[in-house]
């Protein structure tokens, strides 16, 4: 190999200190504090992505994924990426060249759906709405009536705003129009009332670094059988190879394929989230983020600040702020970083500057950080 | 949100005991153990992806990568998904529509790399090699001669196989056809000499999971001048928003512009991974790689069994070794991890069958598990 023939050079060798990290409290869009049981599964050691016993805990995942979005799907997994990933994975495999997708976009990631959907040549149609309302079923209907898309892509959970779109009645409409319905549940599964098969959503997908407290690093995702089959009726690859599903689903069905090696840690740290989940119950986790956001906003409301969203559709995960007149939201998140460890976030697009999102999701929704965070807000404004 | 409506399935909700894993010695083709130090950082409690902080992690992660790939490469980052992951990044991000794309295929992740550089659209020719030989510097400059390819693609330690694709002076043909090199260093980063800039390599991706002993979750990649000018050059955006360098490189650098969010706590890891390398040194890392590989051989010769690959272009950091006739390749295998909790692997592709593999990986390269490995071996046969 005539390595002796080069010198190694040192620029580059830095001596960094052991790690030390501030004791945030994460109350922003996310990532949100993991669950201590999750960091501490995170850090066991390893077997082989083939293993197995590593196969168990894959079906295990599987399974508890599927409760926690109350779907039978058999294509539920956890894809190899954060959030975007999943995200990415549902359009690349829906998404053939020339066909219409229609996205609903009233927030930032409802224009990242069109900025991927149209990386995979989709002729893109979009409905918007001022950040922070939400479509009725009749502007479906008329939408869905004027485009006919293959695909309707609408974000339950918008985590730029703070908008919960409400599902009831959508699935049916997809069905009468023929099209596929995909949602982004990234700041609801969890955490936000979510019936994938009762509402008829054919592809979904989400974080876990939200409302499941986990880390970063995996991005739940699920295919129903309309999805399926449109996948399967494909008359090109897909072109995108690490999220293709038509590989990536024999290494998570019954073939056991090897196709990419799977985050072995990451997926440790999920399945506990996820069993936390099933642990608590679905019904008692969601009526807990329902009353710890419901706290949040009487008490912003004491504090003399306004929700950006109306009472109706407010996300429990994320809760807008308007920033009032005169006062500088970066500065004010700013202290709350430097002064008291907790992190929370400024807008994003039409919102920049705005608002202050607050996120009490999973692990994280619990009133003693309300508390906290409403006493650290009354000292800093 | 009419949740009330519905009614919540506990059909999923599966009882799961608290996650235990048996201890695996994991000599197989990776993922190799992860070191006890960044198991531990895995755990540690989360920072936000903007935290002030984080973006000082996040600067030592890309320092200590250019140390261990012995390179100044400004845009050195790990991409959030595992090795297949940068590997797509390293061609979505250079390979335009009808490109020549010239790759050597002497092993499985080469027919990888055709597979992915057909899907963006790349014009790919291949040479082929059996698999377990390496490319001539003659067979280079013919086929390049004959193709005049925009890049150039060569798997310097291809896992299937190992074998080590000498480099020197392949970066210098490159320039003389003017095509980019790119080059997988999956099993070579951190184990294996490796001279990034010396050599002219203008693209390299590794994995996290491999010689830098750290769980598979992230993917580390390098763009030198000449590939970064071929991308700003592009005239159509990146077809693969996720894995898009314009976008991910604005987070990574200064403007730290939000693209998607890091996969933290494996950043932790990789941090403490390179913090490992670069305590120990490159030099002293390569010759303990080196000679716990030769532990290896001598052993297995000593067995009576063969190495697949010539010795001066064995990696050691992965031995193929044949499978002596009569043998059932998988039972050994099986014995091996039911009795002795060591994992090994067979044979893919052209060798599925013929080789075991063994890998001797950063912290798993240590003469007692080749001692350990041997005498399992020697039981099991």
Redesign the interface.
């Known amino acids: 190999?005539?390595?002796a023939?080069?010198t190694?050079?040192?620029?580059?060798?830095?001596?960094?200190p052991q790690?030390d990290?501030?004791?945030?409290l994460?109350l922003?869009p996310?990532?949100s504090?993991?669950h201590p049981r999750v960091?501490?599964?995170?850090?066991?050691?390893?077997?082989?992505?083939l293993?197995p016993?590593f196969i168990s805990?894959m079906n295990?995942i599987q399974?508890?994924l599927?409760?926690a979005w109350?779907t039978?799907n058999p294509l539920t997994i956890p894809v190899?990426?954060?959030?975007?990933?999943a995200m990415?994975a549902s359009l690349a495999n829906s998404v053939e060249p020339g066909d219409v997708v229609l996205i609903g976009v009233n927030g930032y990631f409802g224009e990242?759906l069109v900025?991927?959907a149209?990386?995979?040549g989709a002729d893109v149609r979009r409905i918007d709405k001022p950040w922070g309302e939400v479509f009725s079923l009749q502007e479906l209907r008329t939408a869905l009536a004027q485009h006919h898309p293959a695909v309707l892509a609408l974000v339950h959970a918008e985590t730029s705003t703070g908008a919960?779109q409400?599902l009831?009645g959508v699935g049916d409409l997809c069905r009468e129009f023929n099209c596929l319905l995909l949602v982004d549940s990234v700041t609801s599964l969890g955490g936000?009332?979510l019936?994938l098969d009762?509402w008829g959503i054919d592809i979904a997908y989400s974080?876990s670094?939200k409302c499941l407290s986990c880390?970063?690093?995996l991005s739940p995702l699920t295919f129903g059988p309309r999805a399926v089959e449109k996948l399967h009726r494909r008359q090109g690859?897909?072109?995108?190879?690490?999220?293709d599903l038509s590989l990536v689903s024999k290494y998570w069905g019954n073939e056991r394929t090897?196709?990419?090696?799977?985050?072995?840690?990451?997926n440790?740290?999920l399945?506990?989230a996820l069993?936390l989940v099933?642990e608590e119950?679905?019904?008692a986790r969601?009526a807990r983020h329902q009353a710890n956001a419901q706290l949040l906003w009487d008490g912003l409301a004491g504090l003399g600040l306004e929700c950006h969203v109306a009472p109706e559709y407010r996300l429990p995960s994320l809760t807008t702020v308007r920033v009032p007149a005169g006062v500088d939201a970066k500065a004010v998140a700013r202290t709350l970083?430097t002064n008291y460890n907790i992190?929370i976030a400024g807008g994003?697009g039409q919102l920049a500057g705005r608002v202050w999102r607050i996120g009490l999701m999973g692990f994280n929704s619990r009133p003693e950080n309300v508390l906290l965070l409403l006493a650290a807000l009354q000292q800093t404004l």
Chains 1, 2 share one sequence.
């Open positions: 190999m005539n390595s023939t080069y190694i050079n040192d620029k580059h060798r830095q001596q960094v790690l990290v501030p004791p945030r994460l922003g996310g990532p504090n993991a960091l501490q599964a995170l850090g066991m050691r390893q077997i082989g992505h293993d016993q805990l295990e399974e508890l599927r409760y109350q039978d190899s990426g954060t959030g975007s990933a990415e990242r900025d991927m149209g990386r995979y919960c409400p009831t936000v009332p019936f009762d974080g670094q880390p970063p690093g690859q897909v072109p995108n190879w690490y999220l090897y196709h990419h090696t799977a985050p072995i840690n990451m440790y740290g399945r506990e069993r099933a119950g679905l019904a969601w970083l992190e994003l």
